[in-house]
């Protein structure tokens, strides 16, 4: 059997809590009994495997996982099964001023949906510009901590992109006018120099939003 070194790094971990799927498997394999493969997690969360997987990978490049290789009936590859490591210090501290300073930030925008917006714009200015829209919309949801994905959109002129996993989710729910109106602003500095129009879908699922892209 072999396992994967445990290298806690804070900026991984850091990555690693961002995404709300990867807390949940996390959460999953700390309370469970022994090990678990990716079947087992994808059963217990409705993840597809292929999703499992990814989310895996960032958790075991932040050391919080580790993997055991173990041969399974018949010939073929070995078998992963995962379990979580001890719990690092390094977790709470590089999750925690994330989260605090994300609260801070939105208690203390008092002017509302347009001064929010506005404060989005030049962050969005200030992120890769380059490449059609969709490539732009994709490229900064995935830095932000989203997992990004194509849909059809509501009538043919329009390119919708679902944004899953917000890391923000629990505070946009309760400051919607901050929250969503800064990822307005975001997508709007982003796209203001390609003439494509982006419309921000706060929560159209449980855990979803979208941005629907047109030509302008």
Request: glycine fraction near 10%; charge should be neutral; charged fraction near 25%.
């Amino acid at each position: 059997m072999t396992e994967m070194p445990r290298d806690v790094d804070a900026q991984r971990v850091h990555h690693a809590f961002a995404a709300p799927s990867r807390r949940r498997l996390l959460t999953l394999l700390r309370e469970a009994d022994g090990l678990l493969d990716v079947e087992d997690m994808a059963a217990a969360t409705g993840l597809s495997v292929a999703t499992v997987r990814h989310h895996l990978a960032a958790l075991a490049e932040a050391g919080l996982i580790t993997a055991t290789a173990s041969a399974g009936p018949g010939r073929g590859r070995p078998r992963l099964r995962y379990a979580a490591t001890r719990p690092d210090p390094r977790e709470e501290a590089a999750d925690t001023p994330f989260r605090e300073l994300a609260r801070a930030l939105a208690e203390a925008v008092g002017g509302g949906p347009g001064a929010s917006r506005e404060a989005g714009l030049g962050w969005g200015r200030r992120l890769d510009g380059r490449g059609p829209a969709a490539e732009r919309v994709f490229a900064a949801a995935a830095r932000m901590g989203f997992a990004p994905r194509d849909a059809p959109g509501p009538d043919p002129g329009t390119r919708r992109v679902l944004l899953h996993e917000c890391p923000y989710r629990e505070l946009a729910r309760a400051r919607p006018e901050v929250v969503c109106a800064v990822h307005q602003g975001v997508l709007d500095g982003l796209l203001e120099d390609c003439g494509t129009t982006v419309r921000l879908l706060p929560f159209i699922g449980p855990d979803l939003c979208a941005a629907d892209l047109r030509a302008a």
